[in-house]
């Protein structure tokens, strides 16, 4: 019981500080540093695509303090005559399993976990690296609990298991997570590109697709529609091959 009450006050005291979740956190410079920008075109009939920039955990462009997925800047124009409608995308990695493009934030980040507990479904001599630096996540034998729910979220757990009852101070930390969680969900719906999109002859538009965390990706095909004509455009992403893998692990697909 007194490990029980220290959890509640060391919980208290996170809260009074002000404590945010950190997976509810904007970065400080959200937006100041540039991403990645490959810039990377394919066409196909009246459609063209163009990866302009992919954004990655931690990685340059990022705006969210930990982001479990991948935001590939994407741009989309019409070339032809008649209205073009762009209807989905999908994203192939190393491991060959297509990934869709997600709209919760929430839900991607629980997707890019299960992944990983799975290890992106990858040959065990395939190493991934999510993040650099001291913030680097290695996944070589399973992460499921490297990157699951916060500190905070533990304490209170443990706290509440014990039937203590916290001061009203964790309120106000609730109330900011929920606050920040918000900030997170405009954000990502401000920058997602919306689809199925119809665009005009001429039109160039531009928005992000967030994948779940996709080691060693392949190929981005974007599915459009112009009249009775169905198609799709292949964007090759050979030269990002190494994305999410560290230099000593096989870029090829198993045979």
Not at 109 to 133: H, M, N, P
Not at 142 to 151: E, T
Request: hydrophobic share 40%.
């Amino acid at each position: 019981m007194k490990r029980v009450l220290s959890l509640a006050l060391a919980a208290a005291t996170i809260a009074s500080s002000g404590c945010v979740s950190s997976r509810y956190k904007l970065t400080k410079d959200a937006g100041t540093s540039p991403p990645v920008a490959p810039q990377l075109t394919a066409e196909r009939a009246s459609a063209q695509a163009t990866v302009r920039s992919v954004i990655v955990f931690q990685g340059q462009g990022s705006w969210k303090r930990e982001a479990y997925w991948d935001e590939y800047i994407v741009a989309l124009a019409n070339r032809g005559e008649a209205p073009l409608i762009v209807e989905s995308t999908e994203l192939t990695g190393l491991a060959g399993t297509p990934m869709v493009s997600g709209v919760d934030p929430w839900e991607l980040e629980k997707q890019s976990r299960t992944l990983a507990e799975k290890r992106f479904g990858l040959a065990k001599d395939v190493t991934v690296q999510i993040g650099s630096g001291l913030g680097a996540i290695t996944v070589a034998a399973g992460i499921g609990a490297a990157i699951g729910g916060s500190g905070l979220a533990a304490i209170g757990g443990a706290a509440l298991g014990g039937i203590v009852a916290l001061p009203v101070l964790v309120g106000g930390s609730i109330y900011r997570n929920v606050s920040s969680r918000h900030e997170v969900e405009r954000e990502f719906d401000r920058r997602r590109l919306k689809l199925p999109a119809t665009l005009v002859p001429a039109q160039i538009t531009q928005g992000s697709l967030f994948f779940p965390i996709t080691p060693g990706p392949r190929q981005l095909v974007v599915r459009c529609r112009s009249g009775d004509e169905r198609f799709e455009v292949l964007v090759d992403l050979a030269t990002l091959a190494h994305l999410h893998l560290p230099s000593t692990s096989p870029t090829t697909p198993a045979p």
